[in-house]
C-alpha cells in the first residue's frame, strides 16, 4: 500500500479532513492526495504559499520569523503547518518550505534544502531534509516525505 493510500485510510476510518500549505512543492502534495478517487471525502484544499507575502497574509507566518530565519527554516514552516490548519479547519496538515533548485541557494540552506512539518490536531513535527540538486527530483522527494512524515505522525496517534 503507497502511503497516500496508507493516509487516505486513516483519514476516512477517523473521520477526519487535510489539507496542505505548499512552497517549495508547488502543490505536488495535493496533486498527489487529490488524484485518488474519493479524494473529496478527505481533502480540503491547499495553499500554494510561494512568495513571503502569501505565507505572511494568508498563512500567518510572522514577518520578523522570514526576515530572521528565512523562508526555508523551522519556524516557518511550522507556522504555515498551523496557519493552513487554521484557515482551512483541518484536522491533519502538511507544510513544505524549501530550495528546490537550480538556484536559490544562500550560505548555508544548499539547493535540495528543505523544511517539512505535519500536524495532527494539537501534534506537530517538523525535520529538515538534504535532498539533491535536482529540481524535479527535489519535488518529488520532499512531497514524498512531507506524506511519510504525516503517515508517521498519524499511526502514533
Known amino acids: 500500500m ?5 493516509i487516505a485510510a486513516l483519514l476516512l476510518e477517523r473521520h477526519l479532513m487535510i489539507g496542505t500549505a505548499e512552497s517549495c512543492t508547488g502543490g505536488r502534495i495535493a496533486n498527489i492526495l487529490t488524484s485518488r478517487p474519493g479524494s473529496s471525502s478527505y481533502f480540503k ?3 500554494v504559499a ?3 507575502e502569501v505565507k505572511r ?7 520578523d520569523d522570514l526576515a ?7 519556524p516557518v514552516v511550522e507556522q504555515m503547518a ?8 483541518c484536522d491533519c496538515v502538511v507544510a513544505t518550505s524549501g530550495i528546490a533548485g537550480p538556484g ?7 539547493v535540495g534544502t528543505v523544511w517539512i512539518a505535519a500536524a495532527y490536531g494539537p501534534k506537530l513535527v517538523s525535520h529538515c ?8 527530483g527535489n519535488i518529488e522527494a520532499a512531497a514524498g516525505a512531507a506524506l511519510q512524515l504525516l503517515c508517521r505522525l498519524m499511526k502514533e496517534s
Open 2 to 6: 503507497s502511503v497516500e493510500e496508507e
Open 68 to 74: 530572521t530565519f528565512g523562508a526555508v527554516s523551522q
Open 129 to 136: 531534509f538534504h535532498f539533491s540538486k535536482d529540481r524535479l
Open 45 to 47: 484544499g491547499g495553499i
Open 82 to 89: 498551523r496557519g493552513v490548519q487554521r484557515v482551512l479547519a
Open 50 to 52: 510561494y512568495c513571503n
Open 57 to 63: 497574509e494568508v498563512l500567518g507566518v510572522s514577518a
Open 104 to 110: 536559490g541557494a544562500v550560505p548555508g540552506k544548499p
